[in-house]
């Protein structure tokens, strides 16, 4: 079991990686880095990323060996249902977001039938003990880490240590989401790809995490809408926006979406 001062390191580690990613203008979440991080600090020997919207599946197995895994595991899925994987039926019937493990879903959502024929397909693979890390969860769209390995289950602590890492998981993808969404909102009103608007963002001194939080400014969200959203708190989300009228020489949320738009920060209202 990892010492109290052993996961303090661990976590320190992964903010620190997350922190390089938040300063940087990602269109695409680091799905690798990320999960053969979070493989290392629980001593997993899979890890793949999960992800489930509608009747769309995508399986990104990334750690050595894993290809018998995604084989076996997507016939038997598209056999059974993602309902029979006890963690997806946990996920899906308790609206829960929080990581868990396999084994500690309860018998009221995965029963002993429902356990065994899930065993009986992966233990073979050496991945019987399986925990998810969730990074969005809705109705229609399930995108989670899924660790995987054979010997003893994970223990309490490396529960809780996922679960402290993956409010930044969270918060990452959501800047993502979010820049996407400001990227296209350029294309849509100006008929261009929006990569000129990164040029002018940069000329302004914005750094990743501010053009996001302008972004969901010009969008008409609340401080504590955008700490929620972000999984940060609503006096962080302050100095952001704080350093964004600095930077854009206003006071205000109005003025500082007009002055972006004279800026090409933000695209030009498209006209009526």
Known sequence: MVSDAGTERLVLRC?????????????????????????????????????????????????EGAESFRDAGEAWLQAHGPGAHPLLRWYATSGSTVPLTAARVP??????????????????????????VPVSLSVHEHDAVVLGRDDVDFSDADVELVARIQPLLVGVRRQIETRRRWADSHGRVDGEDGSGADDAARAVGLTPRELCVLQLLSEGWT??????HLGISPRTVHKHVEHVYAKLGVGDRLLA????????????????
Do not use: K, T
Not at 55 to 63: A, F, P, V
Not at 115 to 122: C, G, K, T
């Open 223 to 228: 401080q504590h809408a955008m700490a929620h």
């Open 107 to 132: 018998n009221a959502i995965a029963d002993r039938r429902c356990q065994e024929a899930f065993a009986a397909v992966v233990e073979p693979l050496g991945v019987l003990r399986q925990l998810s």
């Open 15 to 63: 903010v620190d990686l997350l922190a390089e990613l938040l300063a940087q203008p990602l269109d695409r979440f680091p799905v690798q880095e990320v999960a053969e991080h979070l493989r290392e600090s629980v001593g997993a020997s899979m890890v793949a990323w999960n992800y489930v919207s509608g009747h769309r599946r995508r399986l990104g197995y990334l750690s």
């Open 257 to 272: 979406v007009m002055r972006a738009r004279d800026l090409s920060v933000l695209p030009q209202q498209r006209e009526r």
